[in-house]
Nanobody, 121 residues
Framework: QVQLAESGGGLAQAGGSLRLSCAASGTIFSINTMGWYRQFPGKQRELVATITSGGSTNYADSVKGRSTISRDNAKGTVYLEINSLKPEDTAVYYC???????????????WGQGTQVTVSS
């Protein structure tokens, strides 16, 4: 069983920055990818950024160049910093953990409850 606890959402000003945190607890395997997704009203959840246990990162074009995803493996925590915020960044942000017990083994996919980010102009 995995729990993902998100924090750092809320109200921010356009042009400002915010930092989201997600702490994972429970059974965490060494092969994993942590990431952030967001969902706009009436839309499907979409990728924001991911980072593997080896440190490889992937960003959506919409945030590339103005966001940084990082992780602290000792704490089981992933961070997302977004700079130059835009009103269109307003969404519910979800933390995600994808992991495998061994290469090619079953994949497990867990989600946080989501945290609202609202960017005012």
């Amino acid at each position: 069983q995995v729990q993902l606890a998100e924090s750092g959402g809320g109200l921010a000003q356009a042009g400002g920055s915010l930092r989201l945190s997600c702490a994972a607890s429970g059974t965490i395997f060494s092969i994993n990818t942590m990431g952030w997704y967001r969902q706009f009203p009436g839309k499907q959840r979409e990728l924001v950024a991911t980072i593997t246990s080896g440190g490889s990162t992937n960003y959506a074009d919409s945030v590339k160049g103005r966001s940084t995803i990082s992780r602290d493996n000792a704490k089981g925590t992933v961070y997302l910093e977004i700079n130059s915020l835009k009103p269109e960044d307003t969404a519910v942000y979800y933390c995600n953990l994808q992991q495998q017990k061994w290469p090619g083994g079953p994949r497990y996919d867990d989600w946080g409850q989501g945290t609202q980010v609202t960017v005012s102009s």
